[in-house]
């Protein structure tokens, strides 16, 4: 070798030492962003010298850094304060940061930048995690906070279903982690219904929106409530207890960070609210879940997320007696019931779900999604009703005072049902994100199978004044005294079926969205179409198949003006291809050519954002217009609906909503809404009737307070009134000839608590709330003022007139409960 070459070769040794050194001196930083809620940010910069990158959707972020060596992490975002940590990592080591960024407000005139202007935009209202726990309400959770919303109604305490802007419970989405879920087929009551899918104690945020929402959302006509659950950072527990049930859930990372989980678990009794109904009732409810969400990191361009559920309901019902007064104070009325026989319902459902994250560069995230649904249920049940209307004794000083005297309707009803339903659904489904600069892209395409089977067996015989009342059909003529009545006895009402239904859909999306400017204005708008068919088939079913396409579009601007004001306009053509119950008539008989329900949905708002009382508030308002076509009537009965299966309606629906929220206390968030609504809809050319959910007028208040003195002791009312909705009509009767409505509804649910740790106390080791990062007791009182609201009406007959009263069914009255919550 010659000699010369020596010293290249030593130098290019030691070169190649020094560089392997250098490559091997790395160490990882990973973890997740909190704001002072302990909620994920997104779109965080993460810079350590010339590095740096952002933290995805779920707040998550990973870094290599050089080892042996003091480093500066510095994490940024329009909306937080900068944060600043110092780091020295040994070679190869995998070091958790999760740091916490405080909220900042940045004045730019008078034009305030904060976190939730992105969903603004979109038209996209965010409830607080904390808010929804908080909050009284006989069905606390997500959709109790939901009801204080404008354009959300609902009549029934007992239910976490409600309808958005003259929609029914079917018009909703719902999302948890982006995985659409379900709730059961068969329930006709609220006190049946048992717990929401959603667990409170699980969530981490909530996004709701009440129309015009964008192209990758399903294929519903009101609403979108799109759920996220935590990935956690570190070890939490917390328990709830009161008179109607309660909660347990833990969550924790392991050692390595790479695995993360929640579980939570629930049990509910609605006896305390049953029990002040107007029915004497032996009640034995039995309502009890448990959820779990877990994710698994296996690198950090890929995750592994779980979401399960099983939750077991049961429902036994025993009525005894009931009183109804009803009437006017010049013509008081009284319907006085004896019931024998029971009722016996389950529900069963499970649900699991797998989905996976890959995000090969920055820009670009793939998620895969399999889901599967299996819900068992039966609703059985003999009942006896032995009745008698009649006269009250309105005389204060008789000792009869209050009953019933002079009767002017007596019979009985008999009603009977062994309905039974198994149905399993499940998907598969893939989506993507891409983002460049203000440019983003996404797209999803998904396959689902439904398979029910479906058995209803219900009848109801009335008697009247020892007669027994037969449908009013044609062609039945009584020829009684000059010829005997031969006809055989039948029910009143009979329903008898037995379907088994396959539905095979297969969905697509894509959208565009861009931020950008318009002179000095910022403007941001998003396009996009979605498109379905689906495939309805099953024993004795002629095949169906049809397809609908849904383009959608939505443009916000923000001008460059002294004031904060943001306006946006959305809109599109909105589809609902039928699920199983919209395409089973009232008599059971599916119809697999029912088309898909069709809306063209304009929606337009403002926000403006301002101080008042050197305090940050939002004036929210929106208009929107829906024009119907193809429509599917349907009548409720408490929270049951029954279509026709037919599409012989068209409909309308247009309204303001109003909503201002804001520090009306300092620390804390309130608002007040207030929503105008009309809808109506034309069956078989006959003209415009009421919608059953054609509520006018409503109005709700979401306050909370302390004592000054005393700010551990804190207030929450939570208070809705809403317009009547229409009644319904009797069994066979004409629609068009029952246009009356139910009473006004008029609720107020107060809670009082004391607070005695929270985030922004710290107690030294020893002292027994040292280990609680939350404690608090206190009581609630549910429908404070005791007003009597009614959610339906059930129909007697006058055996002298032959008049159909309208008699109220009422809801739950006052009711106080206790309530305990600690976490760790």
């Known amino acids: 070798m010659p000699r010369k070459l020596i010293p290249a070769l030593l130098g290019l040794f030691f070169s190649l030492i020094c560089i392997h050194a250098a490559w091997a001196q790395s160490a990882t930083i990973r973890g997740v962003v909190l704001d002072d809620d302990d909620n994920p940010i997104p779109d965080v910069n993460i810079n350590v010298e010339a590095d740096g990158t952002q933290t995805n959707e779920n707040g998550f972020y990973e870094i290599a850094v050089t080892a042996e060596r003091q480093l500066t992490v510095i994490f940024s975002h329009i909306s937080h304060k900068n944060v600043s940590v110092s780091v020295r990592l040994n070679d190869g080591e995998d070091f958790e940061l999760n740091p916490v960024m405080s909220t900042q407000v940045?004045?730019?005139?008078?034009?305030?930048?904060?976190?939730?202007?992105?969903?603004?935009?979109?038209?996209?209202?965010?409830?607080?995690?904390?808010?929804?726990?908080?909050?009284?309400?006989?069905?606390?959770?997500?959709?109790n906070l939901l009801k204080?919303?404008?354009?959300?109604?609902?009549?029934?305490?007992?239910?976490?279903?409600?309808?958005?802007?003259?929609?029914?419970?079917?018009?909703?989405?719902?999302?948890?982690?982006?995985?659409?879920?379900?709730?059961?087929?068969?329930?006709?009551?609220?006190?049946?219904?048992?717990?929401?899918?959603?667990?409170?104690?699980?969530?981490?945020?909530?996004?709701?929106?009440?129309?015009?929402?964008?192209?990758?959302?399903?294929?519903?006509?009101?609403s979108v409530l799109d759920i996220t659950y935590?990935?956690?950072?570190?070890?939490?527990?917390?328990?709830?207890?009161?008179?109607?049930?309660?909660?347990?859930?833990?969550?924790?990372?392991?050692?390595?960070?790479?695995?993360?989980?929640?579980?939570?678990?629930?049990?509910?009794?609605?006896?305390?609210?049953?029990?002040?109904?107007?029915?004497?009732?032996?009640?034995?409810?039995?309502?009890?879940d448990a959820q779990t969400y877990l994710t698994y990191r296996f690198s950090s361009k890929f995750h592994l997320n779980l979401l399960g559920n099983i939750a077991l309901n049961k429902y036994d019902h025993v009525?005894?007696?009931?009183?109804?007064?009803?009437?006017?104070?010049?013509?008081?009325?009284?319907?006085?019931?004896?019931?024998?026989?029971?009722?016996?319902?389950?529900?069963?459902?499970?649900?699991?779900?797998?989905?996976?994250?890959?995000?090969?560069?920055?820009?670009?995230?793939?998620?895969?999604?399999?889901?599967?649904?299996?819900?068992?249920?039966?609703?059985?049940?003999?009942?006896?009703?032995?009745?008698?209307?009649?006269?009250?004794?309105?005389?204060?000083?008789?000792?009869?005072f209050g009953e019933v005297e002079f009767t002017e309707g007596i019979g009985s009803q008999l009603t009977h049902a062994r309905n039974d339903l198994d149905a399993l659904i499940f998907s598969a489904a893939h989506k993507?994100?891409?983002?460049?600069?203000?440019?983003?892209?996404?797209?999803?395409?998904?396959?689902?199978?439904?398979?029910i089977r479906d058995r209803i067996v219900e009848w109801e015989v009335i008697d009247s004044a020892g007669f027994s009342i037969r449908p009013p059909f044609p062609g039945l003529g009584n020829p009684q005294p000059e010829a005997p009545f031969t006809a055989p006895l039948v029910p009143f009402q009979s329903v008898r079926a037995r379907n088994n239904v396959v539905i095979d859909r297969v969905t697509g999306y894509g959208q565009y969205s861009r931020k950008t400017l318009w002179g000095n204005s910022e403007i941001w708008y998003n396009v996009g179409v979605r498109a379905q068919n689906w495939n309805v088939s099953g024993d004795g079913l002629e095949s169906s198949s049809q397809t609908v396409f849904s383009p959608r579009a939505q443009f916000a601007i923000k001008p460059d003006w002294k004031r904060d004001m943001l306006f946006r306009i959305s809109g599109g053509l909105y589809h609902q291809p039928p699920f199983y119950r919209e395409l089973r008539d009232s008599l059971g008989t599916v119809r697999p050519n029912v088309k898909a329900q069709q809306s063209v949905h304009i929606v337009a708002g403002n926000d403006y954002s301002f101080q008042l009382w050197k305090r940050p508030f939002k004036l929210t308002s929106e208009i929107y217009y829906k024009n119907l076509t193809d429509v599917n009537p349907y009548t409720i009965e408490n929270v049951r609906i029954r279509y026709r299966a037919r599409n012989n309606a068209t409909a309308y629906a247009y309204g303001l909503d109003m909503r201002l929220n804001g520090e009306f206390v300092p620390g804390t968030e309130s608002w007040i809404s207030f929503g105008y609504l009309k809808t109506e809809e034309n069956i078989d050319n006959r003209g415009d009737i009421p919608r059953p959910t054609d509520q006018r007028l409503k109005f709700a208040m979401l306050f909370q307070d302390y004592v000054p003195r005393i700010p551990d002791l804190k207030m929450y009312l939570n208070l809705v009134y809403n317009t009547g909705v229409p009644g319904g009509s009797p069994s066979y009767a004409d629609p068009y000839q029952f246009q009356n409505r139910l009473p006004d509804y008029r609720r107020a649910d107060l809670g009082v608590s004391y607070v005695f740790a929270d985030?922004?106390?710290?107690?030294?080791?020893?002292?027994?709330?040292?280990?609680?990062?939350?404690?608090?007791?206190?009581?609630?009182?549910?429908?404070?003022?005791?007003?009597?609201?009614?959610?339906?009406?059930?129909?007697?007959?006058?055996?002298?007139?032959?008049?159909?009263?309208?008699?109220?069914?009422?809801?739950?009255?006052?009711v106080f409960n206790v309530k305990l919550a600690a976490r760790f």
């Open 106 to 143: 940045e004045q730019i005139g008078e034009v305030v930048v904060t976190a939730n202007r992105r969903k603004a935009v979109q038209g996209i209202t965010n409830i607080s995690p904390r808010t929804i726990r908080l909050i009284p309400g006989a069905n606390a959770g997500v959709e």
């Open 148 to 222: 204080s919303l404008p354009g959300v109604s609902s009549n029934n305490e007992l239910s976490t279903q409600y309808s958005v802007r003259g929609g029914n419970y079917d018009e909703n989405l719902v999302y948890v982690n982006e995985i659409e879920v379900y709730r059961p087929f068969l329930i006709r009551s609220g006190q049946q219904e048992g717990l929401s899918f959603i667990n409170p104690d699980l969530v981490q945020n909530v996004d709701f929106s009440a129309g015009g929402f964008q192209a990758k959302y399903g294929d519903k006509l009101s």
């Open 230 to 288: 935590k990935n956690p950072v570190g070890f939490g527990a917390g328990l709830e207890a009161s008179l109607l049930g309660g909660s347990i859930y833990a969550e924790g990372v392991s050692p390595n960070g790479k695995l993360s989980g929640i579980v939570g678990a629930r049990y509910r009794d609605n006896s305390l609210l049953v029990n002040s109904q107007q029915t004497e009732t032996n009640f034995r409810p039995r309502f009890i």
């Open 319 to 400: 009525p005894l007696t009931r009183q109804t007064n009803f009437g006017t104070i010049a013509d008081p009325q009284a319907l006085l019931i004896f019931y024998e026989g029971q009722e016996e319902d389950q529900f069963n459902t499970y649900f699991g779900a797998f989905k996976a994250n890959y995000f090969p560069t920055e820009n670009l995230n793939f998620r895969f999604i399999g889901s599967a649904f299996h819900t068992t249920e039966q609703e059985h049940f003999d009942i006896l009703a032995q009745y008698r209307l009649g006269e009250v004794n309105t005389n204060i000083g008789d000792e009869n």
């Open 432 to 451: 993507g994100t891409w983002t460049k600069d203000e440019h983003q892209i996404d797209w999803g395409v998904r396959y689902r199978r439904e398979d």
């Open 759 to 814: 985030g922004k106390k710290s107690y030294p080791k020893g002292h027994w709330l040292h280990r609680f990062k939350e404690l608090s007791a206190g009581v609630e009182i549910f429908n404070i003022f005791d007003n009597v609201n009614s959610i339906t009406n059930i129909w007697v007959r006058d055996v002298y007139t032959q008049r159909q009263f309208a008699v109220p069914n009422f809801m739950t009255r006052r």
